[in-house]
């Protein structure tokens, strides 16, 4: 079952670089909107449980692949179908050239199945190829319409890659030395006592962090969120940085335990990645940019919440991780919106906007409110949770720092939504039209989702316990 | 046995430190674009012979030899994505200086 | 053993050498002589497999790769060129006293040491009962060739069409 989920997108990207060039970019299209759909709906049956097994054996010993579909990986795939679907849907509308929307399709569909491996490995080594196989997706996608700026974005992220590449095979190295190979089972025995495997384990880890995009290695997200165009930055900023660097880190480190020097660096890293973010988002002009430092933030929040170890922790770590991922694709979305009608970023340039373009006034402030974790969004339980893990372990002081900058969280949103949709409209901008329909369609239904979950909250927890 | 192969490892740990400063300075000091790629090739060829040494050490040198067959395919493309990002540098800004690329700044 | 330590020193020189020469000619050929040495070491370590692909694949084709990307991209005028390798002298003059001090501090450090090995079944035998066992890699790899084809195409065709 497991292997299905690599093959069948790998037999659509096949099938769509077989077709003939006139028609491409539609059908494409739907493929893509059809996968990602899909992959949604299976891993949220997974979830909840109602997922009958089915046999397929025969194919699975023949493949000889060793994947693994468990409760975490489905929360990944499920989040990875939602923020792909706006992707798509968001870079139809806004890519102008049929042949530029195809590149993009390709990618994001390879970019699917590089996440869908990344979610269901059992080794370290095979965990890198696919966030490796990811990254150069990542760099393709980031240089679609060759700008001037996407070139410097695209190279600080390869160089950083690079080097997070240099530390991950290390790790490896080091791992064949004292563990003997590097799958989860032979590394779970080795572990306990072995101090080269667990050094091994930590280089991994700052690999990982870089990837994610924590301090001190951030340095790279907010020049490649930026300079992508926005419906890759829809996608990366939702899936890719945090299915690389988040999510692995989830996987990897349960296995060493986060106690002792491991706990207080995961805690530092977490803690300065939020106040860093929080802090330097308060001064952009440029929509993009201030989001990337928003996500730098929030990802500074989960680090936070996966170092106190327990299992509330794990919870509300991986529950942010999903908010996250639905409120900042939504908030691209609507940059994505804003920029086709309005032509430019720059939020000093914008205003009154709420007027014109009601819609996507509503769903930002609806995202926004979230990452600033107002109730009843969703975004308020995951900080609470947050909150409540960091305060119930003991570290007083870095619960402390989580809600104050929660705070500052509010008032860079406070900020992007009166400059851009408040106020005066400037001149130049009179006539604007609501966004199309494509466009809202995803907005929309990541808002209902960042809505419904608030609402529903005590349900899902039942879920998310398991 | 084990002290002749303790000092092999640590002369193969010297190199690979050694190369991976060679790198890593380059990468960091160097104005020229190429070169950067150049540092970028030296710190995966310092960690290609980390993991072969590794290897050859445990005993594992199957294993070994499959990452680093994966890793030089990894690289390979790398580099190629690589030429490709600097070319669309060189077509846009006409240079190849890195000065070029502080853009993005805040 | 003293063959493999000559093999070691002269890696890292080439690679001094690739590092800091002023053309970026002689820097792709630095790197080519780099990945030819560590192939020698490879195979002086039992993993001729690697050897060969290091070899093929490093310095072959990316150098192929580096040369054309350098001859694509024009030279600097001769006067820019002279300031330039100026200041380039100035910059990495302090990399091998950086080098030296390195080298000093681990032969310093060295203790004879024993390494934590864990003993295991050795897997042996053959190679390709390894890729028994590592499939899924093979299939990471396919996916990033195609990343790198879908790149090629993507990056290399517009410069054609644009004329820049």
Sequence with gaps: MSYLLILIPFLALVIANLLPKSKRAEIVFWMGLVLFVAQAKISALYLFGLLPSTGLQGIESILGFHLVLDNLAAVLLFTLGLTGMAAVLVGRFTIKRGDDRFNFLNLLLLSLIGINGISMVKDLFTLYIFIEAVALASFILIMLYRDKASFEGALKYLILSVIATALMLS??????????????????????GNWLARLGIVIYLCGLFIKAGLTPFHGWVPDAYAAAPTAVSVFLAGIVTKASGIFTLIRVLPLI???????????????????????????????????????????????AALAVGTKLGVLAALFHFFNHAVFKSQLFANAAAVEEQVGTVDMDKMGGLAQKMPVTGITSAIASLSTAGIPPLSGFWSKLLIILALWLSGHYFYAVIAVLASVLTLGYFLYFQRSVFFGRVPEGLKDIKEAGLGLLLPVVALSAVTVGVGLLFPFFYKVLLR | MGIELGLMFWLFLGTFVLLLIEGLYCLLVTYNLMRVLIGIEMIIKAVTLFVIACGYVSGQTALAQSFVITVIVIEVVVVVVAAGIILGFFTEYDSLNVRNARNLRG | ????????????????????????????????????????IMYRMNA?????????????????????????????????????????????????????????????????????????????????????????DLFGQILVLLAGVFGVLMLFKARSKDGN
Aim: hydrophobic letters at 55%; one cysteine or more.
């Design chain 1, 171 to 192: 790790a490896v190295g080091l791992l064949l030395l004292s563990a003997g190979g590097t799958s989860f089972a032979e590394l779970k025995m080795v572990l306990p």
């Design chain 1, 257 to 303: 335990g986060s106690q002792g020097a491991v706990q207080e660096v995961l805690l530092i890293v977490g803690t300065l990645s939020i106040l860093v973010g929080a802090l330097l988002a308060l001064g952009q002009k440029d929509m993009k940019r201030m989001l990337a430092y928003s996500s730098i933030s929030q990802m500074g929040y989960i680090v």
């Design chain 3, 48 to 136: 001729p497999l690697a050897a060969v692909f290091e070899l093929s694949v490093c310095a072959g084709l990316i150098s192929v790769v580096f040369i054309s990307t350098i001859s694509l991209t024009h030279r600097l005028p001769l006067q820019e060129f002279k300031v330039r390798r100026q200041s380039r002298i100035t910059r990495f003059r302090y990399l091998p006293l950086v080098l030296v001090l390195a080298a000093l501090g681990l032969y310093i450090m060295y203790r004879p040491f024993h390494i934590p090995l864990v003993p295991k079944e050795m897997v042996n035998d053959v190679r390709l009962v390894l890729w028994e066992t590592r499939r899924i």
């Design chain 3, 1 to 40: 053993m003293t063959i493999m330590i000559g093999l070691l020193i002269l890696t890292v020189l080439a690679g001094l050498w690739a590092t800091m020469t002023a053309l970026l000619l002689r820097a792709a050929i630095g790197l080519a002589l780099v990945s030819a040495l560590l192939s020698i």
